[in-house]
Protein backbone atom coordinates (compact mmCIF):
# COMPACT_ATOMS: atom_id res chain seq x y z
CA UNK A 1 0.00 0.00 0.00
CA UNK A 2 1.14 3.49 -1.61
CA UNK A 3 1.93 5.91 1.78
CA UNK A 4 -0.26 9.17 1.52
CA UNK A 5 1.37 12.42 0.94
CA UNK A 6 1.01 15.11 3.70
CA UNK A 7 -1.63 17.45 1.49
CA UNK A 8 -3.77 13.82 1.58
CA UNK A 9 -3.12 13.63 5.21
CA UNK A 10 -4.20 17.14 5.95
CA UNK A 11 -7.83 16.76 3.85
CA UNK A 12 -8.34 13.10 5.65
CA UNK A 13 -8.35 15.07 9.06
CA UNK A 14 -10.73 17.78 7.41
CA UNK A 15 -12.63 14.94 6.53
CA UNK A 16 -12.47 13.58 9.55
CA UNK A 17 -14.54 16.47 11.80
CA UNK A 18 -16.73 17.72 9.23
CA UNK A 19 -18.84 17.31 5.35
CA UNK A 20 -15.80 18.31 3.49
CA UNK A 21 -15.47 18.56 -0.89
CA UNK A 22 -12.16 17.94 -2.02
CA UNK A 23 -10.83 19.36 -5.14
CA UNK A 24 -7.66 18.52 -6.49
CA UNK A 25 -6.37 18.12 -10.16
CA UNK A 26 -6.68 14.99 -11.95
CA UNK A 27 -4.19 12.79 -11.03
CA UNK A 28 -3.85 14.03 -7.43
CA UNK A 29 -4.86 11.04 -5.72
CA UNK A 30 -8.38 12.06 -4.97
CA UNK A 31 -9.39 8.77 -3.71
CA UNK A 32 -6.68 7.96 -1.38
CA UNK A 33 -7.85 10.19 0.43
CA UNK A 34 -11.49 8.54 0.46
CA UNK A 35 -9.43 5.45 0.98
CA UNK A 36 -7.95 7.17 4.49
CA UNK A 37 -11.26 8.13 5.27
CA UNK A 38 -13.28 4.84 4.79
CA UNK A 39 -10.51 2.88 6.72
CA UNK A 40 -10.87 5.20 9.43
CA UNK A 41 -15.07 4.49 9.25
CA UNK A 42 -14.24 1.04 9.39
CA UNK A 43 -12.32 1.22 12.00
CA UNK A 44 -14.77 2.75 13.98
CA UNK A 45 -17.09 0.36 13.26
CA UNK A 46 -15.31 -2.53 14.59
CA UNK A 47 -14.77 -0.44 17.91
CA UNK A 48 -18.34 0.15 18.29
CA UNK A 49 -21.11 -1.42 20.48
CA UNK A 50 -23.77 0.58 18.57
CA UNK A 51 -25.43 -1.09 15.61
CA UNK A 52 -23.06 -1.73 12.31
CA UNK A 53 -23.00 1.11 9.37
CA UNK A 54 -21.85 0.72 6.34
CA UNK A 55 -20.03 2.88 3.62
CA UNK A 56 -21.30 3.45 0.07
CA UNK A 57 -18.70 5.25 -2.89
CA UNK A 58 -20.70 6.38 -5.66
CA UNK A 59 -19.01 5.91 -9.17
CA UNK A 60 -20.97 7.55 -12.19
CA UNK A 61 -20.43 5.02 -14.04
CA UNK A 62 -19.74 1.07 -14.60
CA UNK A 63 -16.13 1.50 -16.02
CA UNK A 64 -15.24 3.92 -12.75
CA UNK A 65 -17.23 1.93 -10.18
CA UNK A 66 -15.34 -1.00 -11.40
CA UNK A 67 -11.94 1.23 -11.22
CA UNK A 68 -12.79 2.20 -7.80
CA UNK A 69 -13.56 -1.07 -6.47
CA UNK A 70 -10.11 -2.16 -7.57
CA UNK A 71 -8.45 0.96 -5.99
CA UNK A 72 -10.01 0.81 -3.21
CA UNK A 73 -10.08 -3.01 -2.27
CA UNK A 74 -6.04 -2.35 -2.92
CA UNK A 75 -6.04 -0.02 0.18
CA UNK A 76 -8.22 -1.33 2.73
CA UNK A 77 -6.29 -1.64 6.33
CA UNK A 78 -7.85 -5.08 7.12
CA UNK A 79 -8.09 -7.92 4.27
CA UNK A 80 -11.25 -8.99 6.19
CA UNK A 81 -13.34 -6.04 5.29
CA UNK A 82 -15.73 -7.44 2.22
CA UNK A 83 -16.13 -4.87 -0.48
CA UNK A 84 -18.75 -5.35 -3.10
CA UNK A 85 -19.47 -3.58 -6.73
CA UNK A 86 -22.88 -2.82 -7.44
CA UNK A 87 -24.31 -1.40 -10.84
CA UNK A 88 -26.88 -1.76 -13.46
CA UNK A 89 -25.20 -5.42 -14.76
CA UNK A 90 -25.59 -6.85 -11.30
CA UNK A 91 -28.18 -9.76 -10.22
CA UNK A 92 -28.57 -11.90 -7.03
CA UNK A 93 -27.56 -15.76 -7.07
CA UNK A 94 -31.18 -16.00 -7.78
CA UNK A 95 -31.52 -14.24 -10.90
CA UNK A 96 -33.06 -11.17 -10.04
CA UNK A 97 -32.00 -8.13 -11.58
CA UNK A 98 -30.53 -5.00 -8.85
CA UNK A 99 -33.46 -3.20 -9.63
CA UNK A 100 -35.76 -5.56 -8.37
CA UNK A 101 -34.14 -6.27 -5.03
CA UNK A 102 -36.25 -6.48 -2.08
CA UNK A 103 -35.39 -5.30 1.28
CA UNK A 104 -34.31 -9.00 2.15
CA UNK A 105 -31.92 -9.10 -0.54
CA UNK A 106 -30.54 -5.65 0.54
CA UNK A 107 -30.17 -6.75 4.18
CA UNK A 108 -28.41 -10.20 2.98
CA UNK A 109 -25.26 -7.42 1.68
CA UNK A 110 -25.68 -5.29 4.64
CA UNK A 111 -24.62 -7.82 6.82
CA UNK A 112 -22.07 -9.27 4.69
CA UNK A 113 -20.33 -6.22 3.09
CA UNK A 114 -18.47 -3.39 4.79
CA UNK A 115 -18.29 -0.91 1.82
CA UNK A 116 -20.93 -1.06 -1.16
CA UNK A 117 -19.34 0.55 -4.77
CA UNK A 118 -21.90 1.74 -7.08
CA UNK A 119 -23.04 4.27 -9.08
CA UNK A 120 -25.40 6.86 -7.78
CA UNK A 121 -28.67 5.52 -9.76
CA UNK A 122 -28.28 2.29 -7.54
CA UNK A 123 -28.40 3.68 -4.22
CA UNK A 124 -31.19 6.59 -5.10
CA UNK A 125 -33.15 3.85 -6.56
CA UNK A 126 -32.63 2.12 -3.59
CA UNK A 127 -33.86 4.88 -0.99
CA UNK A 128 -36.94 5.83 -3.32
CA UNK A 129 -38.13 2.14 -2.67
CA UNK A 130 -37.28 2.37 1.08
CA UNK A 131 -35.13 -1.17 0.90
CA UNK A 132 -32.13 0.99 2.11
CA UNK A 133 -32.14 3.82 4.58
CA UNK A 134 -29.75 6.97 5.69
CA UNK A 135 -29.00 5.65 8.96
CA UNK A 136 -27.45 2.50 7.44
CA UNK A 137 -24.76 4.48 6.39
CA UNK A 138 -21.19 5.64 8.34
CA UNK A 139 -20.22 7.54 5.11
CA UNK A 140 -20.91 7.91 1.17
CA UNK A 141 -17.98 9.24 -1.01
CA UNK A 142 -19.62 11.08 -3.47
CA UNK A 143 -16.83 10.78 -6.63
CA UNK A 144 -17.18 13.53 -9.31
CA UNK A 145 -19.22 15.53 -6.69
CA UNK A 146 -19.66 18.60 -9.34
CA UNK A 147 -22.60 16.63 -10.82
CA UNK A 148 -24.52 17.15 -7.19
CA UNK A 149 -27.05 19.14 -9.43
CA UNK A 150 -30.71 19.47 -10.78
CA UNK A 151 -32.08 16.50 -10.64
CA UNK A 152 -29.70 13.90 -10.77
CA UNK A 153 -28.97 10.80 -9.15
CA UNK A 154 -26.08 12.67 -6.93
CA UNK A 155 -28.22 15.58 -6.31
CA UNK A 156 -30.96 13.33 -5.15
CA UNK A 157 -28.78 11.29 -3.17
CA UNK A 158 -28.17 14.16 -1.35
CA UNK A 159 -31.58 15.47 -1.03
CA UNK A 160 -32.28 12.45 1.05
CA UNK A 161 -29.32 12.05 3.56
CA UNK A 162 -30.00 15.98 4.29
CA UNK A 163 -33.69 14.94 4.88
CA UNK A 164 -33.09 12.26 7.78
CA UNK A 165 -34.63 14.42 10.31
CA UNK A 166 -32.36 13.09 13.15
CA UNK A 167 -28.48 14.61 12.28
CA UNK A 168 -27.11 11.82 14.51
CA UNK A 169 -27.90 9.11 11.53
CA UNK A 170 -27.19 11.28 9.05
CA UNK A 171 -23.67 9.92 7.58
CA UNK A 172 -20.32 11.81 6.96
CA UNK A 173 -20.27 13.24 3.37
CA UNK A 174 -17.26 13.04 1.36
CA UNK A 175 -16.89 14.85 -1.89
CA UNK A 176 -14.56 14.22 -5.02
CA UNK A 177 -13.69 16.30 -7.87
CA UNK A 178 -11.02 17.87 -9.88
CA UNK A 179 -13.72 21.17 -10.27
CA UNK A 180 -16.63 22.52 -8.58
CA UNK A 181 -18.10 24.03 -11.54
CA UNK A 182 -19.77 21.55 -13.87
CA UNK A 183 -20.21 24.14 -17.05
CA UNK A 184 -19.23 27.62 -18.25
CA UNK A 185 -21.44 29.17 -16.80
CA UNK A 186 -21.62 31.49 -13.54
CA UNK A 187 -18.30 31.69 -11.51
CA UNK A 188 -16.33 29.31 -9.48
CA UNK A 189 -17.95 31.14 -6.61
CA UNK A 190 -21.26 30.29 -7.04
CA UNK A 191 -20.39 27.12 -8.25
CA UNK A 192 -18.70 26.93 -4.75
CA UNK A 193 -21.63 28.17 -2.87
CA UNK A 194 -24.34 25.82 -4.69
CA UNK A 195 -22.19 22.91 -4.07
CA UNK A 196 -21.47 23.61 -0.54
CA UNK A 197 -25.45 24.08 0.35
CA UNK A 198 -26.01 21.18 -1.78
CA UNK A 199 -23.55 18.71 -0.34
CA UNK A 200 -24.12 20.28 3.77
CA UNK A 201 -20.04 20.13 2.93
CA UNK A 202 -17.13 22.64 2.85
CA UNK A 203 -15.21 22.92 -0.25
CA UNK A 204 -11.49 22.68 0.16
CA UNK A 205 -9.12 23.40 -2.92
CA UNK A 206 -5.14 23.41 -1.71
CA UNK A 207 -2.84 25.71 -3.35
CA UNK A 208 -1.32 24.39 -5.98
CA UNK A 209 2.11 24.97 -4.74
CA UNK A 210 1.11 22.55 -1.56
CA UNK A 211 0.38 20.17 -4.06
CA UNK A 212 3.24 20.07 -6.30
CA UNK A 213 5.76 20.41 -3.53
CA UNK A 214 4.69 16.02 -3.15
CA UNK A 215 3.30 15.38 -6.37
CA UNK A 216 5.07 11.88 -7.69
CA UNK A 217 6.65 12.38 -11.22
CA UNK A 218 4.42 9.17 -12.39
CA UNK A 219 1.01 10.29 -11.48
CA UNK A 220 -1.36 8.08 -9.73
CA UNK A 221 -3.94 5.44 -12.81
CA UNK A 222 -6.26 6.30 -10.16
CA UNK A 223 -7.48 9.77 -9.16
Not at 36 to 47: F, G, R
Request: hydrophobic residues 35%.
Amino acid sequence: MDDPYIYQLKLFEMAKKENLVVVLPTGSGKTRVATLLINHYLELSNKSEKHKRIIAFLAKTKTLVKQQFQYIKKHLSNEEYNIQEFTGLTYNTEGVHIDNWKEVDWKKIFIETNVLVMTPAILHDAFRRSVLQVSQFALIVIDECHHVRGNTPEMNVCIKLLSCPSIGNRPRILGLTASPKNSKKGTLEDAISELEYSMSSRVEILPDEEISKERPHKLPTCN
